[in-house]
């Protein structure tokens, strides 16, 4: 396995997201035009959050708890998770689901034999996150 690169950007202090989104396409332009490679190419992943306030919905500890208990115990639902980190499944649903939206985790449906519904079962392909802010 190998690890999952992030780039987290903040927005400059009083740049909207369309500001931020706006200049930064017409910078790639110019570096395609001139055939350099992109910026964040390198990353597999590349998040803009409005402020460094946002970085909590990625590193805060019971996040990254969650990521951890995920790649070591690999539960099979998000139940099973919320009893080994001992939180409320609510909560860990709530986060999970973020984590999972930002791409630092997966989430796969799954169904045991004789279940009639499926449950959610959360996944970290990979060893570790390399993050740059």
């Not at 780039?7 to 200049?23: A, C, L, M, Q, Y």
């Not at 396409?25 to 570096?31: A, F, H």
């Not at 709530?94 to 959360?122: C, M, N, S, Y």
Request: charged content about 35%; overall charge positive.
């Amino acid at each position: 396995m190998k690890a999952r690169k992030f780039k987290i950007k903040v927005n400059r202090p009083g740049d909207s997201p369309t500001d931020s989104f706006k200049r930064e396409t017409i910078e790639d332009l110019k570096r395609i035009q001139r055939g350099e490679k992109l910026l964040d190419s390198e990353y597999d992943i590349v998040i803009n959050f409005p402020d460094i306030s946002w970085l909590n919905k990625i590193v805060s500890p019971e996040r990254l708890r969650i990521y951890q208990t995920i790649k070591d115990k690999k539960p099979s639902s998000i139940y099973e998770l919320a009893k080994l980190l001992n939180r409320a499944v609510a909560n860990v649903q709530r986060d999970v689901h973020e984590l999972a939206e930002f791409g630092v985790i997966e989430l796969r449906k799954t169904r045991k034999k004789g279940q009639k519904r499926e449950t959610i079962q959360p996944e970290c392909n990979w060893d570790a996150l390399d993050i740059a802010v």
